[in-house]
């Protein structure tokens, strides 16, 4: 209950048996299932609290897109507009440590306007202030802002969560995107675009088998101001999440022109009945086994202009082998001419966790609305988590009906609509939102 709260805390940064536990032993998670029609979008779905972890999915975005924000501070100050680039994909990529795909359980879906404010405080004594509202229920869409003005460093993005359950797999689809702003030494402000935000994911085996979770699908960053771009397909194989891609730099002049124009479909392996130009062919021909990635994508590069490859294996090292190095395909790649992008697991993960006093808190926060449905899981009381989950949700249902019968329009208070880089995206009204807000009075 709201009195038992002693200092303003979100489950989402602590660690408990509500991670692990296998829902598929329950019988009320079995009867649930059972019920339940394929290809049912969990987004319109009343979950059991038995499926939920005890914070918001707003909780959730905060804590882990900002758990490798750190890795972003120092990109501000480097000259070398490849390596800023392979600097924002080594953010992405950090995000894919092993414990954060157990995935046993998803976040509370957040109610409209719910809104989440942190902060944290970093070794170089900088701060980053995180802002996320609940901007649409349906399709539910959460925007949010990280921002470091000491570091000339801002993440913006947008997620919509799409989770369709099949039978014995959880297919989780995001949309929306993300943005990237570095303010540059010289005071130029240079932006990263990444339309498709982070990959899919496919949970396998939910209700019973050996439970894996992969990334799937797509990834472009695209730099509009240096015309470098990545392309990265991510895919599994023998219980492997494997990473696959290319930097390449548009305004490179091409070794060899390119003069093929004729287009070839990849059959059964095409994605959406993508077809792929003749151009690509070379890349696979040259080692099909370990090119074969490309036909899972519309390749938005040209083969000329490549200036690097990406592998990986997701949750472990990711490495970059320069396109003038070794690249023999019957050479191991262990073997080849390569530098290390990245390895998750040698990465110190850096978690908000500071966030408004309790007298601070606004009545629609994250924290204030899913606190008790949360302090209930984490102490295994499913009944009194579903009631709590249940007032929260007849409130909801209330405020609804009365805006419809009054005609009110609801107006998100922190951010906007914009369309400026070809897609609809919820973007921050007030970038400085924190400087004079007093909720941001920030517990020690």
């Given at each position: 209950m709201p009195g038992e709260l002693q200092q303003t805390q979100s489950f989402a940064t602590l660690r408990g048996p509500w991670e692990t536990k296998e829902i598929s032993v329950y019988g009320a998670a079995r009867a649930f299932i059972k019920n339940m029609k394929f290809n049912t979008d969990l987004t319109h779905v009343s979950l059991p609290s038995i499926f939920l972890l005890p914070y918001s999915i707003l909780e959730f975005l905060a804590v882990r897109l900002t758990a490798t924000?750190?890795?972003?501070?120092?990109?501000?100050?480097?000259?070398?507009?490849?390596k800023r680039l392979e600097?924002?994909?080594?953010?992405?990529?950090?995000?894919?440590?092993?414990?954060?795909?157990?995935?046993?359980?998803?976040?509370?879906n957040p109610i409209l306007g719910e809104v989440h404010k942190s902060r944290i405080d970093h070794a170089d004594g900088s701060s980053t202030y995180i802002l996320c509202e609940?901007?649409?229920?349906?399709?539910?869409?959460?925007?949010?802002?990280?921002?470091?003005?000491q570091n000339g460093v801002t993440v913006s993005g947008n997620m919509n969560f799409g989770v369709m359950f099949h039978t014995n797999s959880v297919t989780v689809g995001t949309t929306g995107g993300l943005k990237v702003q570095l303010t540059l030494a010289d005071g130029t402000e240079e932006l990263y675009l990444l339309e498709e935000g982070v990959p899919d994911m496919l949970i396998k085996n939910v209700i019973f088998g050996t439970k894996y979770v992969y990334w799937t699908g797509s990834l472009h960053v695209n730099c509009p101001s240096s015309g470098f771009h990545a392309q990265m397909a991510f895919g599994y194989e023998?219980?492997?999440?494997?990473?696959?891609?290319?930097?390449?730099?548009?305004?490179?002049?091409?070794?060899?022109?390119?003069?093929?124009?004729?287009?070839?479909?990849?059959?059964?392996?095409?994605?959406?009945?993508?077809?792929?130009?003749?151009?690509?062919?070379?890349?696979?021909?040259?080692?099909?086994?370990?090119?074969?990635?490309?036909?899972?994508?519309?390749?938005?590069?040209?083969?000329?202009?490549?200036?690097?490859?990406?592998?990986?294996?997701?949750?472990?090292?990711?490495?970059v082998y320069p396109v003038s190095g070794v690249q023999d395909a019957s050479i191991p790649r262990e073997q080849r001419e390569r530098y290390l992008l990245v390895d998750p697991k040698q990465v110190q993960f850096v978690e908000s966790y500071k966030y408004p006093s309790l007298d601070a808190l606004e009545e629609n926060s994250s924290l204030k609305v899913w606190h008790d449905v949360g302090a209930a899981i984490v102490v295994d009381d499913m009944e009194r988590a579903d009631e709590a989950k249940t007032l929260v949700e007849v409130a909801q249902r209330e405020i609804r009906a009365d805006?419809?019968?009054?005609?009110?329009?609801?107006?998100?208070?922190?951010?906007?609509?914009?369309?400026?880089?070809?897609?609809?995206?919820?973007?921050?009204?007030?970038?400085?939102?924190?400087?004079?807000?007093?909720?941001?009075?920030?517990?020690?």
């Open positions: 924000f750190d890795l972003l501070l120092p990109l501000s100050r480097e000259p070398n507009p490849q600097g924002i994909i080594r953010y992405i990529v950090a995000m894919g440590r092993q414990e954060d795909l157990l995935l046993n359980h998803k976040p509370c609940q901007t649409v229920h349906h399709p539910p869409t959460s925007a949010f802002e990280f921002h470091n003005a023998e219980s492997q999440n494997i990473l696959n891609g290319v930097i390449w730099d548009e305004n490179r002049v091409p070794v060899v022109q390119e003069v093929k124009t004729e287009k070839v479909s990849w059959g059964k392996w095409a994605r959406n009945a993508v077809k792929s130009t003749a151009k690509y062919t070379h890349l696979i021909s040259a080692d099909h086994n370990e090119n074969s990635w490309v036909q899972t994508i519309t390749p938005l590069f040209d083969l000329n202009n490549i200036i690097a490859k990406l592998y990986g294996v997701c949750g472990e090292p990711t490495y805006r419809a019968t009054n005609g009110i329009t609801w107006v998100p208070k922190y951010f906007s609509l914009d369309s400026t880089h070809g897609w609809d995206f919820w973007a921050i009204i007030d970038r400085n939102w924190h400087q004079n807000d007093p909720s941001i009075q920030l517990s020690a």
